[in-house]
Structures are given as C-alpha cells and as structure tokens.
C-alpha cells in the first residue's frame, strides 16, 4: 500500500480530482472504526480478495471502479443521501466525508498512477468497508460487512489465546527476525523511561535515548546519575527540568563541570529556577574566573550578603549589573553612591532604580534617564510628576502607575475615575483600598477570560478576618484569589461555595482541601481537571466516593463516567460501559484495572486516539497483542508503558537500544 501524504487541503483537491464531492469541510473523528484499524484489515497477512482484477486489462480504472461500486452499494455504504467515508492517506489521514458526483473515478486518481488504487471507505455507521488495495498481478478489493460484530468476536478470540504458554511464546517471538528500526527504539525507550514499573537501573540506561522520565520526580539516587551522564545534553536537561535535585547536587554538577561554558549554563539554570545552593558553592562561583558565571552567581536565591556586597564591587559591568537587586539592601551609603556613579550606564541604571524605590524621582530625571513605562510600577515619584502623569500621561503610563504603591489616596482616587476602562481595572485589584472604595470603581471584568491570584491577597491567606472581608468582596478576581487559599474558616468556604462567578467554585474546588461535597459534585459537571491540578474535583479529597452507582444511566456522559467509583460498582459495569457511545465515559474504562482483557483489546480500535493509547497500557492487554503493539510505531511507546510487560523482556529491549 502507498498512502497519500498530505494536508487537508491537497488531500480534499484529490478527491475532488477523483469525482468526490466533499460533504463535510473539516475533518472530525468519526464514531467508527479509526483508519488505520480499517487499512490493517485491508493489508493483514490473513486478507484474502472479496474481488480482483488483473492489472494487465486495458481497461483497469473502470472495471476497479465498477466493482468498487457494485460492492459498495451491496454492502450499504452508498445508502441514504449516498455520503460515505473515505481514507485518503493510509493510516496518516482521518476519515473524510463525501459522496459521489456524476463524473467519479476513484481508481483513475486515489493511487500512485492510474489503475493502481489505494483507497478505503466506510458506511457511515462504521458497520462496512469496501477497499481496493495493488497486489503483484491483481487489483484486490476486499469487502467486510458486520465489522462491529467481529470486532467483538476478535477481541474474545484475543483474550481467550492469553494462556501462560502462549505468553511465553509472544514475549519470545518480540525479539525474532530483523531488529526494530531506529524509530521504533525510539518510541520504545520514550515509553519504557516512563513506565511505572521499570527498575531504576535500567531507566538510567535510557536517559541518553530519551528525556521524557526527566520532568517526573526522581528519586537522589536517579538524579546523582543523570547528572553524573556522560553525555552533556543529559546533564544540562536534568539542570533543567528535574524537580528533584538537591543543593548538594547542584553543588556537584556545577563544580564538576570543567568546561566554562557548562559551568555558566549550568549557574543560569540554577538562578532561574531560584534553586538553593550552600553557602560554600556560592562562595565558588562568585569568586569563578569567568564573569559569566560570577554574573549568574550574583542572581541566585539566597545569596549571602556578604557575597552580595563583594560583587557589586567586581571588576565586570555585568556582574555589577546582575547583583544590583541581591545587593543594594545591604549596601552604606558609600557602597550606594559607588554604583550610582558607575562608568556603565547599564549599571548606573539598575541602581537608580533602586535608589528611587526609596527617595522620589524629580520630573528632571524621569526624562534625562527616559525611564521605562514598566517602571512606573515600582518607583517613587515627586508629587508634581505622580500628578502630571495621572492626568496627562499615556494610557499605558496611566496604567502602570495605576498600581504603584507609592501613590497618595487622591491620585488614586482620580485614576479610578479614568476614561480608560484597563486603567480604572488597575486601580480596582490594588491592596490598599477598601472594598467599599473598590465597589464604586466601574469595571467590565467579563473582558477578562482568564485571571490570577493576587498577590498581596495570597499574603493575607493565613488572616481569617481577612479571608473573610475580602470573600465579600464586589471584585471577582479579589474573591477568586481568597479561594486559592489551601484551608479557609467554614463560613468562607460556604459564602464563596455559593458565589455567582462559577470560577471562585472552581479555584475552591482545586485550591481548597475544605471545599464542600455538594459543590464539588456541581463543579464536576462542567470541569474535570487541569495541567496545574490534574483530576481536580474527582480527586479532591471531599469529593463524594458513594452512592455513584445511581450515575450509571445518567443522560450527562460526565455523570455516568463517575459510576465505576463506587466501591459497590463492577466489572460487569466497567465493561458495559466500555462501550459507551460517549468517548469520555469509555476512556475513564480504559483506566479502569478491573476490565477484562477482551474489552482492552477491542478499545484499541476506539475511534478516538488518547483511548487506544489507554488500552494499549492496560495491564490485562493479552501478551500477544502487547507484542504486536511492541511492533507498530503509532502505539509502540503506549505498548511500552505497559507495567504487565516483565522486567527481562525490558532490559531486552534496553538492550536493542545500544
């Protein structure tokens, strides 16, 4: 078979070439057998011709196409308004709608030159293939009806060939015949560096192959060796992305680099993941002979002060620059007025800065340095520039200043009676007002899809009288930022369960350990989790665990897919609802350690990708469907995590990796 490679649009250009008319513009997932389970049906090694015609006739394109249709219509795929799927590019392609027009040839255009087809199409429900595929001296066209029905009876026939000989067997035959390609050790070690189950050992044998394992927390003994890797690349990834790595650690993997460059990367990776180094390794690099890595040093979390002070006296501009902030709170005044008289601008800047976080800038300065709007956040302005700038300034300048906490009440007070509604929104999430000041700033906060918690209230979350003030707040972003607090008194928990903004119940429900049942189960219907709080509400430790089963015919999808939950549900439940018509229900099946092996079995077929990548990890997966997997690059690295597949048989495949 030769697919069609290609987007969307050179894909439907050659259907319509082809005589199709393209009855749906975008492409979907189709509720039917995926295109690549259909193409292994038409290319297995056991498929035998429903048709064939010699490839030497003069007339190939039509008589293909004549039997394509006879057996199409015979079969029901033309039916109804005649619209039908169709494959275009072997398993790389989904499924495209169309229907045929008065001048169709699919034969003479859906193949490497004309006569030579490579097509397949479905029904609509997903219940009959029709496809021609080129063999030596004949066109095959392979016709299966009733694919559902035997799909079910394969996936029996699977589950029931599961016996310990044949186990054995299938995990032998893995490594017989030619060795897998570079992409399928590929694939294989990206799964293998994740499976739950690997020995340690062998999961550092993989780090040169693949980083996946890397950004999971490790245990000492995996990061010493990840960052003790020969390789470079290993070493500096780990830097960069383990969460697990100890001052100790650091300390090793710094030092232990010769090469200067490394060093300095390494030093930069620790200062921006604020990571804390001893006291003695921050001693080494502030006194390294590279100023680069003196310039990182000087940034890193919890640099002492004396260090601090030292390098703001080094010889180098840059780490002058860079150790400003870290120094200037432990500067004399003589230390201070060295860096605000710096032979470097960039220096010089940095400190005044500083120095005018303290004592206000004169409009002079504010335009002899031509300070940054940005900068108009933090600063300390005199009275007549702070007034000028609230009335005159650009909206932007408006905006940055209209958070400064520097600014006197009555400036604030005319800024949130700005024209500008960004400008009053700024005024209207700053700490120092009242909530009865905050209340009568007119703000549109439905502009804003997205928030995030507010600092200065994050601050306050240990302050009851607090939490409880600000929870009646008219600002929603305040009242969404009281509920990311981890715990909150009992009536703040109830007020904010029953707030109007449904994203105050949903911080609740993810940040909040005293979240009620009631709301939670209410936030569930609409929400099921997110990168920062995976799971959350399902997971939430309140969340309701019985009486579920009363779910299990629900009309939501989301309420039936809570059902195998309850302690009381069982595996006759978990395999009726495996096949679910909603994906989401199947896919909580998917997880489920109690379905049967036939039911993983045929799950690999789901239309949907994430559920076939689910079965293929399932535990009770037959070990000759595992090895087939094992075999075939779109699932391979899901196969790999597979925590049924025996230790031996993965240092096995470990070995191929060398």
């Known amino acids: 078979m030769s697919p069609m490679a290609g987007g969307k649009d050179e894909v439907f250009d050659r259907l319509r070439r082809a005589g199709l008319e393209i009855a749906a513009g975008d492409w979907r997932i189709e509720e039917v057998l995926p295109p690549g389970a259909a193409w292994r049906r038409v290319i297995g090694f056991e498929t035998e011709p429903t048709a064939t015609v010699r490839t030497d006739r003069t007339d190939l394109a039509e008589s293909v196409n004549r039997e394509w249709h006879r057996l199409a219509a015979e079969a029901g795929i033309l039916d109804g308004d005649g619209v039908f799927l169709i494959g275009v590019a072997g398993s790389c392609s989904p499924w495209t709608r169309v229907r045929l027009t008065a001048d169709w040839d699919l034969a003479g255009v859906l193949g490497e030159r004309p006569g030579q087809p490579e097509f397949v199409t479905l029904s609509l429900d997903g219940d009959a293939l029709v496809a021609a595929t080129v063999e030596e001296y004949d066109v095959w066209l392979i016709a299966e009806e009733r694919i559902k029905e035997r799909q079910e009876a394969a996936a029996q026939a699977a589950a029931a060939l599961d016996t310990p000989e044949r186990r054995a067997a299938a995990w032998a035959s893995l490594f017989e015949g030619p060795g897998p390609g570079e992409k399928l050790l590929d694939a294989w070690a990206r799964g293998l560096s994740l499976n739950d189950v690997i020995p340690e050992d062998l999961r550092i044998q993989l780090f040169g192959r693949s980083h996946h394992v890397m950004y999971r927390y490790l245990p000492t003994a995996v990061v ?51 990571a804390e180094l001893t006291e003695d390794i921050c001693q080494k690099l502030a006194s390294d002979p590279s100023a680069r890595v003196r310039s990182e040093a000087a940034r890193l979390a919890g640099l002492p002060a004396p260090l601090a002070i030292a390098l703001a006296a080094d010889p180098d ?29 960039k220096v010089r800047r940095a400190a005044l800065l500083l120095h005018h976080r303290e004592h206000p800038v004169p409009p002079s300065v504010f335009e002899a340095e031509d300070l940054q709007t940005r900068d108009l956040e933090t600063l300390c302005l005199e009275r007549d520039l702070a007034e000028h700038l609230a009335r005159h300034g650009e909206e932007a300048e408006r905006v940055a200043l209209a958070g400064n906490p520097h600014l006197d009440p009555d400036l604030v007070a005319l800024l949130a009676e700005d024209p500008d509604e960004g400008v009053r929104y700024a005024v209207s999430v700053r700490g120092d007002l009242t909530e009865e000041q905050r209340a009568r700033i007119p703000i549109d906060f439905e502009l804003r899809s997205r928030s995030h918690e507010l600092d200065w209230v ?57 979240a009620p049942a009631d709301m939670l189960m209410e936030v569930w219907r609409w929400w099921d989790g997110s990168l920062s709080f995976p799971d959350r509400p399902r997971s939430h430790p309140n969340f309701p665990r019985h009486d579920l ?24 439940l978990v395999e009726r609802l495996s096949r679910d018509v909603s994906a989401e229900v199947r896919y909580r099946t998917a997880t489920d350690p109690r379905l049967p092996p036939a039911c993983a079995v045929r799950l690999l077929e789901d239309p949907h990708e994430h559920i076939r990548r689910s079965a293929a990890r399932h535990p009770r997966l037959p ?20 925590p049924a597949l025996p230790v031996e048989v993965m240092r096995r495949m470990a070995e191929r990796m060398r």
């Open 224 to 274: 010493d060796a990840a960052l003790a890797h020969p390789d470079w690349k290993v070493r500096a990834f780990a830097a960069e992305v383990q969460p697990n790595i100890t001052p100790e650690q650091w300390a090793r993997v710094i030092l232990g680099a010769q090469d200067t460059r490394q060093r300095w990367l390494l030093t930069l990776l620790a200062a921006d993941r604020r």
């Open 317 to 345: 501009d840059g780490v002058r620059c860079a150790v400003c902030p870290a120094a200037w709170p432990h500067l004399d005044t003589p230390g201070r007025k060295a860096l605000l008289a710096d032979p470097a601008d």
């Open 458 to 514: 994050a601050d306050l979350h240990h302050d009851e009288d607090a939490m409880r003030r600000l929870a009646a707040s008219s600002h929603p972003l305040v009242r969404r930022s009281v509920a990311r607090a981890r715990h909150l008194p009992s009536d703040v928990v109830a007020r904010l369960a029953r707030d109007e903004d449904r994203i105050v119940r949903l911080f609740l429900a993810e940040s909040c350990d005293d």
């Open 549 to 572: 089963l009363r779910y299990a015919d629900d009309p939501d999808p989301r309420m039936r897919r809570l059902s195998p939950d309850d302690p009381d549900s069982t595996t006759e």
């Open 623 to 642: 070990a000759h469907v595992l090895t087939r997997l094992l075999r075939e690059t779109d699932l391979a690295q899901w196969a790999a995590r597979n």
